[in-house]
């Protein structure tokens, strides 16, 4: 990437991961359903992009964004629920 074109565009990266997220570090300690395990993820990309990286839980910047929209139709009660992803492995199968 072309350093000096990014810094005249974007300020930033955010991300969410699944799992584990350690936001102060941006290491993800575990990501069972992506098979991560101790992942220097906002380390990884700011190594690449050369701008300031903010990892999160991705259910936690999900629950922001919607507030974040809710607040703007003014809605005075908000409730997010995350299901998440999940596989289920039998006889060698995921379903």
Known sequence: MDKLA?????LGIGVGAPGFVDKETGMVHEAVNIGWKNFDLGNQLQL???LPVFVENDAN???LGEN???KRIQRDRF???HI???RRQRNDRQW
């Open 6 to 10: 990014i810094e005249n565009e974007i």
């Open 48 to 50: 690449l992009s050369h």
């Open 61 to 63: 910047l999900a629950a």
């Open 68 to 70: 974040k929209k809710r």
């Open 79 to 81: 409730d997010c629920n």
């Open 84 to 86: 998440g992803n999940w």
